[in-house]
T-cell receptor, first 108, second 116 residues
Framework: KNQVEQSPQSLIILEGKNCTLQCNYTVSPFSNLRWYKQDTGRGPVSLTIMTFSENTKSNGRYTATLDADTKQSSLHITASQLSDSASYICVVSARMRFGAGTRLTVKP | DAGVIQSPRHEVTEMGQEVTLRCKPISGHNSLFWYRQTMMRGLELLIYFNNNVPIDDSGMPEDRFSAKMPNASFSTLKIQPSEPRDSAVYFC??????????????FGPGTRLTVL
């Protein structure tokens, strides 16, 4: 069983709408959780990194939350744009464990 | 800065052949990572180096895979002999510090390997 579970697997939304992606993990020990954005045919790009003591971190229209007690994280995208269409990958460390990703498609 | 540079971008080879993938990390970065990505398994960490020294190679799938970092500006990932199941996109990433868990990693564009 994967130690990092992401949901949904895929998501289609209209441009301008908000959405939230989920990441649940069982990885232990925990040092940090990262969200990456990966455009088709390109390498992942880091969006946020959160440690145990941080429960919210923003990067522009992207806001990540972390609940270390329930071992859950979410990535909220505000006012989506066509360029947000990508896969979003959650990675939990100390031993880097990757989620399978959520494929987001933003339609005009 | 040009970012992480990988070559070749695409490689098609026949089963049994040796394959060498190359990576130039961002100048000044002290950690280098090799990843593999497939549809079935997603992203997997294969090996990483701190200051040119291999730290964790537990993700290397088997003895057919080897990685070297002879200096701070160059690393190779070699597969010998290659097999069709090695077909994947191989990413190299680098980060500034040696604290793997905390530093932001910058990924290269990847090498798409197809083994026939």
């Amino acid at each position: 069983k994967n130690q990092v579970e992401q949901s949904p697997q895929s998501l289609i939304i209209l441009e301008g709408k908000n959405c939230t992606l989920q990441c649940n993990y069982t990885v232990s020990p925990f040092s940090n959780l990262r969200w990456y954005k990966q455009d088709t045919g390109r390498g992942p790009v880091s969006l946020t990194i959160m440690t145990f003591s941080e429960n919210t971190k923003s990067n522009g229209r992207y806001t990540a939350t972390l609940d270390a007690d329930t071992k859950q994280s979410s990535l909220h995208i505000t006012a989506s744009q066509l360029s947000d269409s990508a896969s979003y990958i959650c990675v939990v460390s100390a031993r880097m464990r990757f989620g399978a990703g959520t494929r987001l498609t933003v339609k005009p | 800065d040009a970012g992480v540079i990988q070559s070749p971008r695409h490689e098609v080879t026949e089963m049994g052949q040796e394959v060498t993938l190359r990576c130039k990390p961002i100048s000044g970065h002290n950690s280098l990572f090799w990843y593999r990505q497939t549809m079935m398994r997603g992203l997997e960490l294969l090996i990483y180096f701190n200051n040119n020294v291999p730290i964790d190679d537990s993700g290397m799938p088997e003895d057919r895979f080897s990685a070297k970092m002879p200096n701070a500006s160059f690393s190779t990932l070699k597969i010998q002999p290659s097999e069709p199941r090695d077909s994947a996109v191989y990413f190299c990433a680098s980060s500034m510090g040696t604290t793997v868990a905390a530093d932001t990693q910058y990924f290269g564009p990847g090498t798409r390997l197809t083994v026939l």
